[in-house]
């Protein structure tokens, strides 16, 4: 049973930092794909950022050069490292397994970017 785990989240002001953990169950080695996946109010879930088993990222457009996706293989880690925030990233972000035949969710960790 695959579960995710989300922290991090918090209020920040614009230009600020933040970094987003997300701990799995499983080794993240026997995961297709980790994402970081966000919701705003009033919009549909879309992907921040991806990293695959082999390594391989992207990031959404609005994100690039700003975020980074990350893992930590000895402690069954992702990260999402965000810097200069901006309050259009405000969302509950999510932690995403894709196992293939399905995903898996985390429960999300809320982030709030103030002007």
């Known amino acids: 049973q695959v579960q995710l785990v989300e922290s991090g989240g918090g209020l920040v002001q614009a230009g600020g930092s933040l970094r987003l953990s997300c701990v799995v169950s499983v080794s993240i080695f026997s995961i297709n794909a980790m994402g970081w996946y966000r919701q705003a109010p009033g919009k549909q879930r879309e992907l921040v950022a991806r990293?695959?088993?082999?390594?391989?990222?992207n990031y959404a457009d609005s994100v690039k050069g700003r975020f980074t996706i990350s893992r930590d293989s000895a402690k069954n880690t992702v990260y999402l490292q965000m810097i200069d925030l901006k309050p259009e990233d405000t969302a509950v972000y999510y932690c995403n397994a894709d196992l293939g035949l399905r995903n898996v969710w985390g429960q999300g960790t809320l982030v709030t970017v103030s002007s």
């Open positions: 990293i695959t088993d082999v390594g391989s990222t």
